[in-house]
T-cell receptor
Framework: GQQLNQSPQSMFIQEGEDVSMNCTSSSIFNTWLWYKQDPGEGPVLLIALYKAGELTSNGRLTAQFGITRKDSFLNISASIPSDVGIYFCAGPETDSWGKFQFGAGTQVVVTP | EAGVAQSPRYKIIEKRQSVAFWCNPISGHATLYWYQQILGQGPKLLIQFQNNGVVDDSQLPKDRFSAERLKGVDSTLKIQPAKLEDSAVYLC????????????FGNGTRLTVT
C-alpha cells in the first residue's frame, strides 16, 4: 500500500527561528492537509492544499503542494512558544473517497 | 460553529471489560470517522461512515470493535472485550463529505486498559 513519510521526527529550536518540515508519499495526491495537535487535544486543521504548486499561508505558517504531487512542505516563521506541538500531514488514500491517511508527525519543541 | 463533541475524555478499564465511546459531529457533516491514535503515532482510520452507512471498515478489528451511526448523526464505538494493546486515544472526526473535504477532529477519548 501507499506510504506517507514525514520528517523530521522531532525538532528542537529556539524562539524566533524558522521551522521546516516535509511529507512525501509513494503515490500521487490531489489533496494535502496539515494539522497541529497539542497535548490532550485532537488535531486542528492548519492548512488545506488542493492543487500542485499551490502555496498557502495561515499567519506565520506557509504550506506548499509539491509540483510532483508526491510531497508537501510546511514552514513556520519566527517560532514562538505556542508553536510547540506535533504537526501531522495527511493525504487521501488511493482510490478512496474522503479517506485520509496520516504521517507519523513532527514534534516541535521551542526553547526561549 | 460547535466542534466535534466526544465523551468521555478519559476511561480506564481492565482487560476483557467492555467500553463505549460517543461522538457528535459538526452539524451538517455527512461523513464521520473514528481514528485510533497510539502514543507517538499518527491517527489510524478504524471506520468511516457516510450518513448512516459504512464506507470503509477494513481496518476495524471486527472481532472486538463495533461502531454504529444509526440516525446519521451521532455515533458510538464499542470495544468488547478490551485488550492491553487497545490503550490509545480514540478520535472522532467529521467532514462535509464532498471529495477530499478536510476532517475536523474532536478532542478524543484517552483509553487505558490495565
Amino acid at each position: 500500500g501507499q506510504q506517507l513519510n514525514q520528517s523530521p521526527q522531532s525538532m528542537f529550536i529556539q524562539e524566533g527561528e524558522d521551522v521546516s518540515m516535509n511529507c512525501t508519499s509513494s503515490s500521487i495526491f490531489n489533496t494535502w492537509l496539515w494539522y497541529k495537535q497539542d497535548p490532550g487535544e485532537g488535531p486542528v486543521l492548519l492548512i488545506a492544499l488542493y492543487k500542485a504548486g499551490e502555496l498557502t499561508s495561515n499567519g506565520r505558517l506557509t504550506a506548499q503542494f509539491g509540483i510532483t504531487r508526491k510531497d508537501s512542505f510546511l514552514n513556520i516563521s519566527a517560532s514562538i512558544p505556542s508553536d510547540v506541538g506535533i504537526y501531522f500531514c495527511a493525504g487521501p488514500e488511493t482510490d478512496s473517497w474522503g479517506k485520509f491517511q496520516f504521517g507519523a508527525g513532527t514534534q516541535v519543541v521551542v526553547t526561549p | 460553529e460547535a466542534g466535534v463533541a466526544q465523551s468521555p475524555r478519559y476511561k480506564i478499564i481492565e482487560k476483557r471489560q467492555s467500553v463505549a465511546f460517543w461522538c457528535n459531529p459538526i452539524s451538517g457533516h455527512a461523513t464521520l470517522y473514528w481514528y485510533q491514535q497510539i502514543l507517538g503515532q499518527g491517527p489510524k482510520l478504524l471506520i468511516q461512515f457516510q450518513n448512516n452507512g459504512v464506507v470503509d471498515d477494513s481496518q476495524l478489528p471486527k472481532d472486538r470493535f463495533s461502531a454504529e451511526r444509526l440516525k446519521g448523526v451521532d455515533s458510538t464505538l464499542k470495544i468488547q472485550p478490551a485488550k492491553l494493546e487497545d490503550s490509545a486515544v480514540y478520535l472522532c472526526a467529521s467532514s462535509f463529505g464532498t471529495v477530499n473535504s478536510p476532517l475536523h477532529f474532536g478532542n478524543g477519548t484517552r483509553l487505558t486498559v490495565t
